[in-house]
């Protein structure tokens, strides 16, 4: 017999099905509106007992022990999978023995919820798909992207994540690219996190060469879009959400890199700050570099 689960319990289930991972305080914020924070221990308490949810703490040394992450277990997904409420083609991945870069996933996730619920209340446009870059899209493949030029040389970026807004009336979407950047991070220790952190060091860049990068992705932006799925293909190019850790970096960023005016003209880059996005990723203001050197404020939606 079926273990009888409360809307809110799925709920809490699909949440962690969909974004991977979440934090206490990410699934109070999606699943316990209006309650204490305690009602959100509770109820991850009652899923734990059940089995279908673990946490798992991680602990970078002398920095201290992190906030828990929450994952779906095996019989969670068999759980939320017998409801219907996922597509057939998704399955069950065991949670990573180590997540060397925990607070770059924590701002992706809360960039993603924060633009989710935004979206929910516009009346004019929609999160139509958000996908990490943490998750495998629906044909397996990840969200690089990819171009082979005919002179043999290989372009390539990964971004922290590609999200998909649409026209509530008109049906017409728009491609982001999104990057965090979180400035420095402090060195952990441990020999175990230390190799793993030098293997993420070699997809990783700093966000002057990532910026440098998507700039050169965009110069063949047709190669490149033809490396994700189908799904992709009609986007005739993309706009790059960037968001930093404060107010101060994003101005010290604006001044620092290196946008060429093509894409200055255009809008491409757009830059906020956590605490701003957080709070209201659509339609929050964001800077957009100007070819007078200077910046103006839009919308994310206005840029699209």
Request: charge should be positive; glycine fraction near 8%; hydrophobic fraction near 40%.
């Amino acid at each position: 017999m079926a273990t009888c689960l409360s809307h809110r319990d799925l709920a809490i289930l699909f949440q962690l099905q969909e974004k991977v991972s979440l934090t206490v305080s990410q699934i109070h914020k999606l699943c316990f509106q209006g309650l204490g924070r305690d009602s959100a221990y509770k109820g991850i308490a009652k899923l734990k007992h059940r089995g279908f949810v673990k946490s798992y703490a991680y602990d970078f040394g002398r920095f201290g022990k992190l906030g828990d992450m929450i994952f779906l277990t095996k019989s969670g997904f068999s759980r939320i999978e017998s409801t219907g409420l996922i597509e057939g083609e998704y399955r069950y991945k065991a949670p990573p023995g180590l997540i060397v870069d925990y607070a770059h996933r924590i701002a992706i996730i809360d960039y993603w919820i924060a633009l989710e619920q935004d979206a929910s209340r516009n009346p004019d446009f929609e999160l139509a798909g958000f996908f990490p870059e943490f998750k495998k899209l629906p044909n397996g493949k990840g969200i690089t992207l990819k171009a082979d030029l005919p002179s043999g040389e290989i372009l390539q970026v990964r971004n922290d994540a590609l999200f998909i807004l649409r026209n509530r009336h008109t049906g017409l979407e728009h491609l982001f690219l999104l990057e965090i950047d979180r400035g420095t991070m402090p060195i952990v220790t441990g020999s175990k996190i230390k190799v793993a952190n030098s293997q993420n060091l070699k997809i990783r860049s700093n966000l002057t060469t990532k910026i440098e990068k998507i700039q050169n992705i965009f110069d063949h932006w047709q190669l490149a879009i033809q490396s994700l799925g189908s799904r992709f293909h009609h986007f005739k190019g993309a706009k790059v959400v960037v968001i930093t850790d404060t107010a101060k970096r994003t101005l010290n960023m604006l001044q620092k890199l290196s946008i060429r005016a093509c894409y200055k003209s255009q809008g491409v880059f757009l830059f906020s700050h956590i605490e701003e996005a957080n709070q209201r990723a659509l339609t929050c203001r964001y800077a957009v570099p100007h070819c007078t050197g200077a910046y103006q404020t839009q919308k994310l939606i206005a840029a699209s």
